[in-house]
């Protein structure tokens, strides 16, 4: 149940932020002095509506966003009345139509850094202390998380020590050592990092091995008997299966997964997260190509790629699961990258999308400039109707591409915590 109900919010939310986007158009047109003639949240048959000066305003059926209509966008609009038309949107400075299409994506942004700011505060930012990179992480120092049993870190009952249960604990908790505990030598090698621990641990031969290792500051050693196992290579995990000798550890940064910050720091906080989900987010954009192919194969059978791209139902079903599992902070993480990532793609200079409306109008105007330098006379408004094709070819790509992670997401959905 709380599944489903956690599902329900975050499609709740999702269809709140873009109601946001579009008042954000209405508000900021409507300041300017153009006309607002309808703001609806949903599409298709209209479940109710009324008028509030001389803007319709309703909620229709299918909750999958909103719109709102400002009269005159293109100099093409036949719907324009005649008394309508010196407030026609396309009439209006450059400047005043850039701020009314991207109020939009600048909505979006205020949500996120509102909510990155509650999170800070509230329940706490991923610590930016930890590494992100696998090359740091295996540098970082050899501390130790232990604690596991026989079969959770050997992947079977048939690779624990003969004679033992799978419930068994791992050999490094039958040795002494202890979650905190940094890795200073395995047999005669000195251990400098994480990364040179575990291939050290892999190539050793099965068996009694002496480990060295300080507590809180304080050296200490201790015999551990390594286990032989089944496992892939640590930078292939589809890679071949070899024999290698496990311990049962896994790496500890020694520091919270989640850092907490007061009212002002929270401020600063918030908007390295939010500057850092902006990077990543222009990453993950470049890589949409390239991850077509595994999206494809997840719905033909192969296992799914925790990289690869979701659409609103994989969001809502991991934002579903975060309330599930208790981590309400996970379902507001998912919910800010969101929000992020929808107003940067919002302003890529692209028709339908707003970021095409606003590079068609500095367009218009750099070229009017060039005109009247050259003393040539201005050639007036981009015709709408020749970039057409174009657009809908936007619109095809962009639809099928949903339809594929809307299909993958049903089929083979991303989780947080594994199936």
């Known amino acids: 149940m709380l599944y489903w109900l956690g599902t329900a919010a975050f499609a709740l939310t999702i269809l709140i932020s873009v109601s946001l986007h579009e008042l954000g158009h209405m508000i900021t047109a409507k300041r300017y002095g153009m006309k607002v003639s309808k703001y609806f949240v949903g599409f298709g048959p209209t479940i109710f509506s009324f008028h509030r000066g001389e803007t319709e305003y309703g909620l229709k059926a299918i909750p999958l966003g909103g719109f709102c209509k400002i009269v005159g966008m293109t100099p093409q609009d036949e719907d324009v009345d005649e008394e309508d038309q010196p407030r026609a949107m396309w009439r209006f400075p450059v400047w005043k139509r850039t701020v009314v299409m991207s109020a939009g994506s600048v ?62 604990p791992a050999p490094s908790v039958v040795a002494g050592l202890r979650t905190g505990d940094v890795i200073t030598k395995v ?41 032989a196992a089944r496992r892939p290579p640590l930078n292939d995990p589809k890679g071949p299966i070899a024999t290698v000798s496990v311990v049962g550890i896994s790496q500890d940064f020694g520091m919270p997964g989640l850092v907490t910050y007061g009212p002002v720091d929270g401020i600063g906080a918030s908007l390295r997260y939010d500057w850092s989900l902006v990077e990543n987010s ?34 809502s079903r991991l934002g579903g699961e975060a309330i599930e599992r208790g981590v309400p902070e996970v379902f507001l993480m998912i919910f800010i990258s969101l929000n992020v990532f929808i107003g940067i793609f919002n302003l890529l200079p692209l028709l339908p999308l707003d970021g ?52 993958a997401d049903v089929i083979n959905p991303i989780t947080i915590f594994g199936k």
């Open 187 to 227: 047999g005669d090698t000195p251990i400098t990092g994480y990364g040179q621990l575990t291939d050290v641990i892999r190539a050793a031969k099965p068996g009694p091995t002496k480990f060295e290792y300080t507590r809180d500051g304080v050296a200490g050693s201790t015999t551990v008997t390594m286990l």
């Open 282 to 315: 222009f990453v993950a954009m470049k890589r949409i190509p390239e991850k077509i192919p595994a999206l494809w194969n997840s719905i033909t059978g192969e296992e799914r790629d925790p990289n690869t791209p979701i659409s609103v139902i994989g969001a």
């Open 107 to 168: 909505t979006h942004f205020a949500l996120a850094i509102v909510a990155a700011w509650c999170a800070a505060v509230f329940m706490g930012l991923p610590n930016p202390d930890l590494p992100t990179t696998t090359a740091q992480t295996i540098a970082m120092p050899a501390r130790i998380s232990v604690g596991e049993n026989c079969v959770q870190f050997t992947l079977s009952e048939k690779e624990c020590k003969p004679g033992v249960g799978g419930d068994a």
């Open 356 to 407: 095409g409306h606003i590079a068609i109008a500095w367009y218009e105007r750099v070229r009017s400039w060039l005109y009247a330098r050259m003393r040539r006379p201005d050639p007036g408004r981009v015709d709408y109707f020749k970039l057409m094709p174009l657009t809908y070819v936007v619109i095809l790509i962009g639809g099928a591409f949903t339809l594929l992670t809307a299909t």
